[in-house]
């Protein structure tokens, strides 16, 4: 059985799956209803570009212990992130993207032992990242870019060795990044640009599969890394890096601007070394 965007399981006839997605010709501002916490079957709350769609994650949604997939992206909704949502155990999914979300990281999150994707991009946040993520083994995608994220990056980060995207741009934080690489990570695609972070790139080891590296807008030194000809899209401009670009790869036909405005960095695409 399902109504529009509403769909119930065949043999409970219960809220199975909910998926809406918004129009954008609609004006009338609405919230979520806490009425939501009273469907124990629901396995998948989808809502997705409700620009009218205000106010604060209601805390009846840790109600539904079969959550699976919970989005709420592209939306005006605000507030922090509800603590309560660590109590969702079988959540795999969480993407809470494009939000007007405020407030601090829950570390009750790290209780989420299933979580593959935690998505919280483009808000509002603030404060540290917890150390307890790292006890986060089996997310795949950690995307926390464009916030107001400060402090240090967690050294128990470097546990989460599943990791293949990892989103970290455009926030305010410091200090080094080195547990993020090692050659044994899974990581294929990082992006740390602009930020405050502060090391030695040449001492690090990419992941060998990694292609895509941006880390641009920070205070990184060194030189380029061993295995950097490996990847198919390098950023590392705005940095204090120095010494000549490795020849091989693609390094020679990116851009310069992918180099540019470093110490003394050299060699093609760039000036030649002297």
Known sequence: MSWSGVSCGYKTNRVQYITLIGN???????QIPPSFGNLPRLERLFLFAFPNLTGPIPESISKLKNLMFLTISDTAISGPIPSSLGKLKNLVDLDLSFNKLSGTLPPSLSQLHLLTRMDFDNNKLTGT?????????????????????????PESLGKMNNLYYV????????????????????????FLSRNMLEFDLGRVELPVNMTTLDVS????????????????????????????????????????????????LCGVPLPSCK
């Open 167 to 190: 989103g970290l741009s455009q926030n305010r934080l410091e200090g080094d990044a080195y547990m993020l690489f090692g050659s044994n990570k899974g990581t294929v695609r990082m």
């Open 129 to 153: 990242i917890p150390d307890s993520y790292g006890s986060l083994k089996n997310v795949f995608t950690l995307a926390l870019s464009h916030n107001q994220l400060s402090g240090r990056i």
């Open 217 to 264: 807008h920070n205070r990184i030194y060194g030189k380029l890394p061993v295995g950097v000809q490996n990847l198919e899209s390098l950023n590392v401009s705005y940095n204090r890096l120095c010494g000549e670009i490795p020849k091989g790869g693609n390094l020679q036909s990116f851009n310069v601007s992918s180099y540019s405005h470093n110490a003394c």
């Open 24 to 30: 954008l010709a609609d004006r009338h501002a609405f």
